[in-house]
């Protein structure tokens, strides 16, 4: 009888546990934080494709990323990572698609900072390209935040390049900030700005975080791939408007020496190698 009891009252605490933890978002934040997820990385390019021999490179693969930005309004999540977390075998074997290897899905990396999509508010990504979009489709519950130019081109009847409509084809119908061609303060106070960077692709757009204790930061997105495309100003063989791109890049250096942020080149890998990864955060 007692033993019964006992299971009881434990089944009891572990439902309205089990209950509490479903129902429950996270404990609001003081202040804006962000948290790295890893997504792999890229191997092989053909530097020509940048306008750069092997010789004027440090490093020529990528690393792969995508943040997630705490506020205490709400949050956002940047970038979809380049492999589908579904692809992932549960046998803790790395996923190999073509030049892309993954070692981890990103879901459980997000539910390690103590988050799941449905607690995410905002999504946006930088551009189309796949190796920011994978796991769009998990974040269609939340308010998408994409530039029109953008937009038209990802839903059009039969886009080319480096995309794959079916990582994101729930943001269709998902709630949806257009812009056109222009910024947004996300939470409305100047601390995490989603920023028009055109040129890369048609609607390309990189984010500023202000962060309390490590400062403003730009996330580059594309912008610049490697560090040596920021010193010499050459652009990819594959813009979808280089000048745009050289526009874009001569505005947002402007905005980060007036705003005295970092700059952090999301496919760097000596960039990547300073930052805690999550569950670590970035304060
Ligand atoms: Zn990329």
């Known amino acids: ?37 890893e997504n792999g990385s890229i191997r092989g390019l053909d530097p ?18 995508s943040y997630l930005i705490v506020h205490p309004q709400g949050t956002l999540m940047f970038e979809a990572g380049a492999v589908e977390d579904s692809h992932f075998k549960g046998d803790g074997a790395p ?15 997000l539910a390690s900072a103590g988050y799941k999509p449905s607690d995410v508010d ?11 979009t994978a796991n769009a489709n998990a974040f269609a ?47 409305g106070d100047g601390t995490v700005v989603v920023k028009s960077a055109p040129g890369h692709t048609p609607g390309h757009q990189v984010l500023f975080v202000r962060l309390p204790k490590t400062g403003p930061v730009l996330l580059a997105g594309d912008l610049y791939h490697y560090p040596e495309e920021r010193t010499t100003g050459r652009v990819p063989t594959f813009e979808f408007n280089a000048e745009q791109s050289k526009a874009s890049r001569a505005k947002v250096e402007a905005f980060i020496k007036q705003a005295g942020a970092q700059l952090w080149i999301e496919h760097d890998i000596a960039t990547h190698a300073k930052l805690p990864k999550a569950p670590a955060v970035v304060e």
């Open 122 to 132: 905002y999504f946006a990504m930088s551009h189309y390209h796949s190796d920011h």
């Open 141 to 187: 519950g939340a308010t998408w935040i994409v530039q029109k130019a953008e937009r038209d081109f990802m839903f059009s009847d039969k886009p080319q390049g480096i995309i794959q409509p079916a990582h994101y084809s729930a943001l269709r119908g998902a709630k949806t900030r257009i812009l056109n061609d222009e910024d947004f303060d996300v939470f």
């Open 1 to 37: 009888m007692f033993r019964r009891i006992v299971f009881t009252l434990a089944a009891c605490v572990l439902a309205t546990l089990t209950l509490t933890t479903a129902q429950q978002r996270p404990a609001p934040v003081k202040s804006a934080r962000l948290y790295v997820f």
């Open 48 to 65: 020509k494709l940048f306008n750069f021999t092997r010789q004027e490179l440090k490093e020529v693969d990528f690393i792969n990323s």
């Open 95 to 109: 996923v190999t698609e073509g030049i892309m290897t993954a070692t981890k899905p990103l879901l459980p990396q």
